[in-house]
Nanobody, 124 residues
């Protein structure tokens, strides 16, 4: 059974940093694509950062230069380091696994397994 559990969310002032972690069981993070997505109130879920099976990262334009996705294969954990946070980054952040692709996509529909989400709130 595949389980993804996010942690590390919270409240921070604009310009601050947070580090999200996604601990995975029943699935090897190094095998296929993984990603971080977010959903703000009244908006659709959108891709934030993904990583291919070979570890190559991909970023949405609105987080380039501010967020960094990484994975620890020994701990089977996916991370998202978020720096220079802005109020518009406020959302529920989800990690997801896509066993169908070696090259990650930003389309949430491609991802089969999801965590429960963690709230990130950035104040101005």
């Amino acid at each position: 059974q595949v389980q993804l559990v996010e942690s590390g969310g919270g409240s921070v002032q604009g310009g601050g940093s947070l580090r999200l972690a996604c601990t995975v069981s029943g699935y090897t993070v190094a095998s296929y694509s993984m990603g971080w997505f977010r959903q703000a109130p009244g908006k659709e879920r959108e891709g934030v950062a993904t990583v291919d099976s070979d570890g190559s990262p991909n970023y949405a334009e609105f987080v380039k230069g501010r967020f960094t996705i990484s994975q620890d294969n020994r701990k089977n954990t996916l991370y998202l380091q978020m720096d220079s946070l802005k109020p518009e980054d406020t959302a529920i952040y989800y990690c997801a696994a896509d066993p169908g692709h070696y090259v990650a996509t930003m389309d949430p529909d491609d991802y089969n397994y999801w965590g429960q989400g963690t709230q990130v709130t950035v104040s101005s």
